[in-house]
């Protein structure tokens, strides 16, 4: 991570993908590159500032940096009103809605969809041939572990920041295909987070042990799900920033900066 950031673009793009365009945000340094690609996958709740904030963090640190639309097939975003998203209350219908999108994210559609991400960001002028790096939050973090695993030639990292359900009893789940991996993974979980609980995130480092995968897992302490969403009342500053210094360790190792 460097001390002197450079001034960034921002973009809105569509990606295409088998299934339709994906809208996106395109965020990249105002400077001479080339800079290497990485993806951020979105919260559940979508495509919005905040999104487009976290992306600008990244790229300021020289990288070339899409956040997708993960619900297209639904339309663009935002697909439901977020004025409630600060209100505890009313985050949970919100939730309740997006849920039919969330489960229609199969591991089928996040291989293809993936592919069709990397494949624009190569193509964009003055990013660094050779494979990508990923970085999730919430369902992008378990979105992102998919990636990987479906992506291992193409994706050479991947991080995923209070992901949510990627331990489960279902056949698919993320964390039994951890095995194809073959680049680093890194989990900054939070705290007694229902979604992955202490149990499954037991079961995680064991799955990801017997693999032989490189990684880091650890617990932010007294930190919620979503601690790295400032439009959110999980917000915490602290866990945040030991999230920028883990992302940007790893970032930097992966792409040897």
């Known amino acids: ?9 921002t973009t809105t793009v569509d990606v295409p993908t088998s299934d339709g365009d994906a809208d996106a945000y395109l965020v990249r340094p105002d400077a001479d590159g080339p800079f290497p690609p990485v993806l951020l996958f979105m919260d559940a709740f979508g495509l919005r500032p905040r999104l487009a904030e976290m992306a600008q963090r990244i790229a300021a640190e020289g990288y070339v ?32 809605r997006l849920m039919p999108l969330i489960t229609a994210l199969t591991p089928d559609v996040v291989a293809r969809d993936t592919a069709a991400y990397l494949d ?12 990508a ?27 995923s ?3 949510g359900r990627i331990v489960t009893d279902a056949a698919d789940s993320p964390h039994l295909a951890v095995g194809a ?26 799955a990801l042990a017997a693999a032989g995968v490189r990684h880091r897992s650890e617990v932010y302490p007294g930190a919620h799900h979503g601690y790295t969403m400032a439009d959110t009342p999980t917000y915490d500053e602290r866990a945040t920033e030991r999230h920028w210094a883990a992302l940007f360790d790893l970032l930097d190792r992966t792409f040897r900066r």
Do not use: W
């Not at 991570?1 to 673009?9: A, D, E, G, K, Y």
């Open 133 to 159: 790096a990923v970085t999730g939050y919430c369902l992008g973090g378990t979105t992102a572990l998919r990636a990987i695993e479906a992506h291992p030639d193409r994706l050479a990292a991947a991080a």
């Open 65 to 96: 940096v899409l956040v997708p639309n993960l619900f297209h097939r639904a339309g663009r975003a935002p697909l439901v009103d977020l004025t409630g998203l600060g209100d505890p209350e009313q985050r949970g219908a919100l939730f309740g």
């Open 181 to 206: 991996v073959t680049g680093e993974l890194y989990f900054g979980h939070a705290d007694n987070d229902q979604s992955m609980t202490a149990e499954q995130i037991e079961t995680l480092e064991k």
């Open 161 to 163: 920041f209070h992901g």
């Open 1 to 9: 991570m460097t001390t002197n950031r450079l001034p960034v673009r």
């Open 120 to 131: 624009f960001l190569a193509a964009q002028p003055g990013v660094t041939p050779g494979p």
